[in-house]
């Protein structure tokens, strides 16, 4: 069956169309060969912190939004806790993810944004620099090397995805939320 005629088979499946257009245009922007990129998908959100940019598996977050207008201190706290918000009827704390990693607090901008976890036991909204949105990988162009970084945040990167030059450390959201470090909210 020529490329045509797969593609014709599947007209009465757009949502198979759509797939496979997708599974050949990701394989003609590589410039590899239509047979060599295959396997499963892995779709994250890219942000950043600072000047680093990493991703975070998008079944770990719920939703991104814009920072809220309105965020309560919360007194006795650490100061990685910016306070707590009303995000859509739900009470959650704003994290600064930079200043917990021990970086300084974030300056919120036009482009600061929520990232608000996905997580049954840990509500939390983490405050990140900016969302550039999603990136798609396949499986293969993952690796469990664990690049440096400036924010000095290995203990919760679960590994990296490759593709040519670039490289996007993956931020271990469920890691973070269950490390210790992050459980002792109350400032000593």
């Given at each position: ?32 060969p ?19 940019a ?104 679960a ?25 002792q909210?109350?400032?000593?």
């Amino acid at each position: 069956m020529t490329g045509a005629d797969e593609l014709r088979s599947l007209r009465d499946r757009p949502f198979d169309l759509l797939r496979e257009l997708d599974r050949r245009a990701r394989a003609a922007a590589q410039g590899k060969p239509e047979a060599a990129v295959s396997g499963s998908e892995w779709v994250g959100i890219a942000f950043r912190i600072g000047g680093e940019a990493f991703l975070m598996a998008r079944e770990e977050t719920r939703e991104v939004s814009g920072y809220p207008a309105q965020v309560t201190r919360v007194p006795g706290a650490r100061g990685w806790i910016r306070g707590l918000a009303n995000l859509r009827g739900q009470l959650l704390p704003v994290i600064d993810l930079r200043a917990f990693l021990g970086s300084g607090p974030t300056s919120v901008t036009r482009a600061t944004r929520l990232l608000v976890a996905n997580h049954r036991e840990v509500p939390a909204a983490l405050v990140v620099d900016e969302v550039m949105g999603f990136r798609r990988f396949f499986e293969s162009e993952y690796s469990p090397d664990l690049p440096p970084t400036l924010l000095r945040c290995e203990s919760y990167l679960a590994g990296t995805f490759k593709r040519g030059p670039e490289v996007w450390p993956v931020f271990g959201l469920r890691t973070l939320l269950e490390s210790p470090a992050f459980q002792q909210a109350a400032a000593s």
